[in-house]
Each structure stands twice: as C-alpha cells, then as structure tokens.
C-alpha cells in the first residue's frame, strides 16, 4: 500500500500563496493518476487538481484553473500543489490521492485508491 504524506498547508490573507507538497513512499507509474481534493467544513470533498505521472496531461477545476498548477518531482516522488491569489473559499482540508488513469476526459474521486491524511488551509479575508 503506497503512503502519501501531505504537507506545506497553513495561513494565509487572501491573494497570497501557498505551495502544498505530496510525497509518495512509492514511485508512480507512468500511468498513475497523483491529484489533489478538498474539503470545506461541512461540505462533501471535492476534486481541484490532477496529473498523469509520465505525461504533461492536468486536469482543474473550474475554479482553481488559472490559480494552482499542480506539478510532479520524479526525482523526489513528489507531487506540488502551487495555489496563488487565494481566495476564502478555497479554506479547506487539501488530500493527496493516487489512482488509475482511465484516459477519460474527467477526473473523479472513483479514479483514486489511496489517500493522504490531509492539510489544512486557510484563507482569511
């Protein structure tokens, strides 16, 4: 079973920026899918970035297109989360997940089968 291990989560005013990181205890296929979700308090957990460890294919959620770039370390076994002009309502718990390409234009939470322990941000206005 792969560990995932988020970390870099924290504070900030609104418009800044945090980078979150997601180390892999395992080195992902080229066909892995490494993402990221969040949950707000009180709302049910949603997808906000995804790659394809061997390609350049991302994919976003509308609201973060623009602001996070999701990113990977081959020689770390990393996955980043840059998120720049935070809003407050991107305060959430952020998890690290990896799973399976299935080449589908979309990416769901049924696309992953492991998960981190997570990291909070927030946002204040």
């Known amino acids: 079973q792969v560990e995932l291990v988020e970390s870099g989560g924290g504070l900030v005013q609104a418009g800044g920026s945090l980078r979150l990181s997601c180390a892999v205890s395992?080195?992902?296929?080229?066909?892995?899918?490494m993402g990221w979700f969040r949950q707000a308090h009180g709302k049910e957990r949603e997808f906000v970035a995804a790659l394809i460890w061997g390609t350049e294919r991302t994919y976003y959620e509308d609201s973060v297109k623009g602001r996070f770039t999701i990113s990977r370390d081959n020689a770390k076994n990393m996955a980043d989360l840059q998120m720049n002009i935070l809003k407050p309502e991107d305060t959430a718990v952020y998890y690290c997940?990896?799973?399976?390409?299935?080449?589908?234009?979309?990416?769901?939470?049924?696309?992953?089968?492991?998960w981190g322990q997570g990291t909070q941000v927030t946002v204040s206005s």
């Open positions: 997940a990896q799973g399976y390409s299935s080449g589908r234009a979309v990416v769901t939470s049924a696309d992953f089968s492991s």
């Open positions: 395992r080195r992902p296929y080229s066909n892995y899918l």
